[in-house]
């Protein structure tokens, strides 16, 4: 299970978790996340034309990756 939190626009993810974010500008949504440096890999910057594409996409690299939270951040 991964859980979606909503963080404000000064925020910024751990430097020190696993995460992804999704970030909502003008309309467009870009998603990237990281792994704690032992893991490897990271997912995107990818540009979804919507939120959901971009949530399921994310949502889907975070349960492959065991990645437990999504945070989206709308500016």
Do not use: Q
């Not at 309309?27 to 990281?34: H, I, L, R």
């Not at 594409?53 to 949502?59: G, K, W, Y």
């Amino acid at each position: 299970m991964v859980d979606i939190r909503e963080i404000d626009a000064s925020v910024t993810p751990p430097a020190n978790a696993s995460w992804v974010l999704i970030e909502g500008v003008r309309g467009k949504f870009a998603a990237k996340g990281a792994l704690v440096k032992d893991k490897g890999a990271t997912f995107g910057p990818s540009l979804f034309a919507d939120f959901c594409t971009a949530l399921e996409e994310s949502r889907a690299w975070a349960l492959e990756h065991g990645v437990p939270i999504i945070y989206v951040k709308i500016i």
